[in-house]
C-alpha cells in the first residue's frame, strides 16, 4: 500500500513543472488525482501519461464559470477530497511604467482571483481533517524589479491563505502556503520568456541562491505534500522552498 493510498486529491495547474510533480507523487502514492490545465498540448500529454487514477479537466482558473465547473467535475468523479492544491499560477516581466491593464488583469485575474474562488467553490468538499496548500513566490517577499504585479498577486494569496486558515478550523482543516524560489521548470515561472532569457534566470539562480543551485519541482512537490499530510499541527504558514534565499544572507567574497 502505498503513502498515499485512498487518499483523492485536487491540483490546479497540474499539467506541468511543479503541479505535475505533485499529481506525479501523490499517484506513485497510490492517491486518486484531479488536475486542470489550460494548454491542451500539456492536458493531451497529462492524459496519455498518467494513468486511470488521474481525471485530467480543461479548466480556466481565472473563469468563474469554469471554477464552478470544476467543483462540479470534482464532486462526480471523486466526492470528498483530502487535499486541494491551488498551484495554478501566471507571471510576466514589466516594469511599472510597461504594465499594462491587459498584463495586470491577466495577472491577479489568474493567481489572485481563481485562487480564492477555487478556495471558496471546493472547501465545501474537502473532508473534516483535510488540507489546502497554495503556490506563492519568494516574489512575494523580495523587491525584484519587474515583477511588482505577480509579486502583489501572490502576497494577496498569502494573505487569503492565513484567513482561510482561521476560517476552516471549525472543521479540521489546515491551510498552508508553499513559497519557490527559482526552480527548474519549463517556463522558470515566467510566461512568454525566450530560451536565452530562460538560460540567464537559471545561471542568476544558481548565482544567488544561497545553496548555489536551483530547486527542482520534485522538491517543490515534496514540500507541498508535507504540508498536506505530514505537518498535522501546522496551519497558516508559508513554507520556503527557496535553497535559503529569503531566509539565508551570506556575506560576499
Given at each position: 500500500m502505498g503513502r498515499y493510498a485512498g487518499k483523492k486529491a485536487v491540483v490546479t495547474g497540474g499539467t506541468t513543472g511543479m503541479g505535475l510533480a505533485t499529481v506525479k507523487a501523490l499517484l506513485e502514492g497510490?492517491?486518486?488525482?484531479?488536475?486542470t490545465g489550460l494548454n491542451e498540448k500539456n492536458l493531451e500529454a497529462a492524459r496519455r501519461e498518467l494513468g486511470p487514477r488521474a481525471h485530467v479537466v480543461r479548466s480556466d482558473t481565472a473563469s468563474l464559470a469554469d471554477i464552478d465547473a470544476l467543483?462540479?467535475?470534482v464532486q462526480e468523479k471523486l466526492?470528498?477530497?483530502d487535499f486541494v492544491f491551488i498551484n495554478a499560477g501566471f507571471?510576466?516581466?514589466?516594469?511599472?511604467?510597461?504594465v499594462t491593464e491587459a498584463v495586470y488583469d491577466q495577472?491577479?485575474?489568474?493567481?489572485?482571483?481563481?485562487a480564492f474562488f477555487t478556495a471558496q467553490r471546493l472547501a465545501p468538499l474537502v473532508r473534516k481533517g483535510g488540507a489546502f496548500v497554495f503556490t506563492t513566490s519568494v516574489a512575494d517577499l523580495m523587491g525584484s524589479p519587474g515583477l511588482s504585479v505577480y509579486s502583489g498577486a501572490k502576497a494577496a494569496v498569502r494573505s487569503f491563505a492565513q484567513v482561510f486558515a482561521a476560517e476552516l478550523l471549525p472543521r479540521g482543516i489546515r491551510v498552508n502556503v508553499v513559497s519557490p524560489g527559482f526552480i527548474k521548470t519549463p517556463t522558470m515561472g515566467v510566461s512568454g520568456a525566450s530560451p536565452e532569457d530562460l538560460a540567464a534566470f537559471e545561471q542568476e539562480g544558481n548565482t544567488v541562491t544561497p545553496m548555489k543551485r536551483i530547486g527542482t519541482v520534485e522538491e517543490v512537490a515534496r514540500a507541498a505534500l508535507f504540508l498536506a499530510f505530514e505537518a498535522t499541527f501546522t496551519t497558516g504558514v508559508e513554507l520556503p522552498v527557496d535553497g535559503g534565499l529569503t531566509q539565508v544572507h551570506l556575506p560576499n567574497h
Open positions: 497510490g492517491a486518486e488525482v484531479l488536475l467543483g462540479r467535475a466526492g470528498e477530497v507571471a510576466r516581466f514589466g516594469t511599472l511604467e510597461q495577472t491577479f485575474g489568474i493567481n489572485t482571483k481563481g
